[in-house]
Each structure stands twice: as C-alpha cells, then as structure tokens.
C-alpha cells in the first residue's frame, strides 16, 4: 500500500513498553511494517507560539502536498509516451519514496534545528511557494507550445473534408497566376468516382476536359482536382453539391503552405528542446518538494507532540505502513495499546490481547488518545483510487485540546 500513518506516543518508560507492545503485535499479525521517526530536538519556543505554529503548519501541510501532487502529474503530462516509467521517476534524494520515509532523517543543513521553530517553518513555506511559483512559469511556456503544436496537428487528422491540405497537394496540381481558369478541390465518395468521371466535364459549362486527377484518397473518398473559368465557378459548385461532389474552399497559396509546415516544425522542434531541460527540473524539484513536505510532517509531529504531551520534550515518533486490508484491525490495535493515555482507561493496557491467528479484532477507544497523521504517497491519479479505509481524522492530525 502506499499509505503510510505517522504516530507518536509519550517517550517514557510505560509508553515505550507500549510501543514494543505494537511492535509486537503488528509484526505477529502481519498488520503493519513499522519504523522509528527520528526527530531531532528542536527549540520549543513559547506555548503560544507552538498553538499558532500548529494551525500555520496544517495550512502549509495542505499546501506542500498538493505542489507534489501537481508536480507528479505533470511529469506524467511531460511523459505522455511512457506514463507507465512515471512512477520510477519520482524520487527523493535519489531513492523511492518509500524508502526516503522508512529512513529519514532531518536535513541539519537545510533546516538548522537551533534556530526558532518559525524560522524552520518559514524556510519551508518560502521554498515550496518558489517551487510552485517556477512551476507555473515552466509548465505555462512549455503547454504554449504544446497547445500550439497539438492544434496545428488536430489539422491533419479527420477525413478530406475537414483535415488541412497543406501537406497533400503540390503546386503542379493547380493552375495557378490565370486570369480566367482556377482549380478547384473535390472530394468525391468512393461509391461515386465512376459517377465523377463520367459527370464532371458536363456539370457547367467551360469545364477544361481531362482535366481531373486524384491527388488523395482516405476511407470514405478521394480528392480530385477539375480546372475550369473562374466565371463559372459558382455554378459548378452548386451542381457538384447536387450531385453530393463537395467542393474544398480551398486556394493554393506556396508561401501560406509553407509557413504552415514551418510552424508544425518549428514547434515540434521547441517541444523536443524544452523536454528534457523541464523533465529533469520537474524530477529534482519534485524531490526538493517532497523533502521538504516530510520536514514539515516532522514538524507538525514535534509540534502537536508538545502541545499533547507537555514539557519536557518526550516523545517517540513511529512510521507505520498498513498492510492491504488490514487498515481496521491496525487501527483497532492502535486504540487499544494506547487508550491508557486516556487517564479513564488508564490501567486497562495489560488487559488487552490479539489473536493474529485468528484475527479477534480488539476493542476501539472513542477516540484517538495518541497523535496520527495519514501519509499517502500515491500521487499519481489513476481511473481506479485506493478505497480509503482511514477512520476519522485522517488524513490530518487528531484534534488536539489545548483547554
């Protein structure tokens, strides 16, 4: 699965007891992998700078994950001919994402844990607010050019009587510089071309004989030209339409049909430039973004670990990955192991039992009593979602009382 829950409990000897406790039973029951969250000791600051600190951090949380959301879907935009490859390029610092959460460590050099919690949570919000105000600049030129090109090339598709010319006819097809004869385009079904051959000449007066040739077919018809007097151009269109011949208003002009060639070239070159100077900038930025999300989890933990469970700082953070179908029963687990930090419930830890064996599910806390974050880090959109097992409060932080 690619969910991941982000606890912490209390730092003292009973709760440690009651984390191995969880260890214990999430390994026998197959429930979860579990990994300690390593949090360095920062500055705690004032209480009242933490409760403003906390609800900033929730906005920036809510922020930071949806620039890497964006960022993994336009890569998948970017990498429109190998989406299946996308995945394998979204990495942090150089390896899978799930690795990078399983093993993290705090960056000391991006983020120096002496200077105020603020200062940390500013650096962070300054850089995934450069990283989104970038991505909108790169992705705005590069879907310019791609919009442009795509239109141009809507143009060659369909059938004759819709698709652009330009890359079909040549200038020998036509009579061109005439004062009195023009060629016109027609595109005849392919259950009529005997029809055509054979009706053409006589459709208006002063029609050239033997003048017509197919210089394209597709599925349903072909095009021929039929040169004759520009007096009786109209004419000869009306009776073609009665005779289901369509006539293309179309006029053979070198330098439009060039420039129109040049365009589609031009811009298909622009595109082939600008893809791999972007991808490369959206695969680190995606990774400096996402480096910088799980920063910010940290310290949203630290924070609300404070908040929650006093001074001095002591606290285990723990990384847990559900396994499939097993959200309700870890979940139940969790309630179970820690409804002692709910001072009612405080003796009845040691009562608690699972049989992995024969998945007895435990009992459920009204409510959760240690801190849980919900971590899901399938970023990529599909047709089919993950069936989102989570209990309230994901994918946020539970609710601290701060009263």
């Known amino acids: 699965m690619s ?15 009651a984390l191995e406790r969880m260890n214990t039973v999430t390994s026998k029951a197959n429930l979860s992998s579990n990994n300690k969250f390593l949090i360095p000791d920062l500055k705690v600051g004032t209480l009242d700078a933490l409760v403003g600190l906390s609800d900033e ?37 150089g390896v899978d994402l799930i690795s990078y959460l399983t093993r993290f460590e705090w960056d000391m050099a991006k983020y120096p844990i002496k200077q105020p919690l603020k200062n ?58 005439s004062e009195y004869l023009i060629t016109l385009l027609v595109v005849v079904p392919k259950s009529n071309y005997a029809q055509w051959q054979k009706t053409y000449e006589s459709l208006s007066d002063m029609v050239v004989p033997r003048s017509t040739k197919m210089i394209a077919e597709d599925t349903e018809g072909g095009l021929f030209t039929v040169t004759l007097f520009r007096k009786v151009m109209d004419d000869f269109k009306a009776k073609a ?6 006539v293309r208003e179309f006029y053979f002009d070198e330098k439009e049909l060039k420039c129109e060639k040049e365009e589609i070239m031009k811009l298909a070159s622009d595109k082939k430039q600008q893809y791999g100077p972007l991808l ?35 606290f285990q953070a723990m990384l847990l990955q559900p396994s499939k179908k097993s959200v309700k029963r870890l979940r139940d687990v969790l309630n179970a192991v820690f409804k002692h930090l709910d001072e009612v419930a405080a003796a009845s830890i040691m009562d608690v039992g699972v049989q992995s064996t024969a998945g007895e599910t435990m009992a459920i806390s009204s409510e959760q009593d240690y801190i849980f974050a919900r971590l899901c880090i399938n970023l990529i959109k599909t047709s089919v979602q993950e069936p989102d097992h989570v209990a309230p409060h994901a994918p946020g932080f539970r609710p601290i009382s701060r009263g």
């Open 3 to 17: 969910e991941f829950w982000l606890i912490s409990a209390p730092g003292d000897k009973v709760n440690l007891q």
């Open 57 to 93: 951090l929730g906005k920036l949380d809510s922020f930071a994950e949806s620039v890497i959301k964006k960022i993994a879907q336009y890569i998948g935009e970017v990498m429109e001919d190998s989406k299946d490859k996308v995945q394998e390029n979204l990495l942090a610092n």
């Open 120 to 177: 940390i949570s500013e650096a962070l919000a300054k850089q995934i607010t450069q990283i989104e105000t970038d991505l909108k600049s790169r992705t705005a030129a590069y879907n310019n050019i791609k919009g442009n090109l795509q239109s141009l090339e809507r143009k060659t598709v369909g059938n004759l009587l819709t698709r652009t010319l330009a890359d079909i006819v040549n200038k020998e097809d036509f009579v061109l510089n």
């Open 241 to 246: 339409r009665e005779n289901r011949f369509m």
């Open 280 to 314: 490369r900038w959206l695969k680190v930025n995606f990774s400096e973004a996402f480096v910088a999300w799980i920063h910010v989890k940290a310290l949203r933990v630290f924070v609300e670990s404070v908040l929650r469970y006093g001074l001095p700082v002591n």
